[in-house]
Nanobody
């Protein structure tokens, strides 16, 4: 079975930092493009960042310069380093793994940015 498990979410002050992790199992993670998406209350799920198997990255304009996506294929784990967090970053963050065959999603982890 395939599983993506997010962790690292929580409550942080504006301007703070947080690192999210996405542990993958049951797939050849190194062959997948992985990404982070987020869904704020009352809004649709939007792309935050993606990283290909070759390491090419793509970011939403709203997080450029603040967030960094990375991956460790040996550990089958993806990461999202979030710095200079803003209240508008508050959302449930979801990990995604995409291959030529399938799309997989984690259950999400809550990130709340508030003073």
């Amino acid at each position: 079975q395939v599983q993506l498990v997010e962790s690292g979410g929580g409550l942080v002050q504006p301007g703070g930092s947080l690192r999210l992790s996405c542990a993958a199992s049951g797939i050849i993670f190194s062959r997948c493009t992985m990404g982070w998406y987020r869904q704020a209350p009352g809004k649709q799920r939007d792309l935050v960042a993606t990283i290909t198997s070759g390491g090419s990255t793509n970011y939403a304009n709203s997080v450029k310069g603040r967030f960094t996506i990375s991956r460790d294929n040996v550990k089958n784990t993806g990461y999202l380093q979030m710095n200079s967090l803003k209240p508008e970053d508050t959302a449930v963050y979801y990990c995604n793994a995409h291959s030529i065959w399938n799309d997989y999603w984690g259950q999400g982890t809550q990130v709340t940015v508030a003073s």
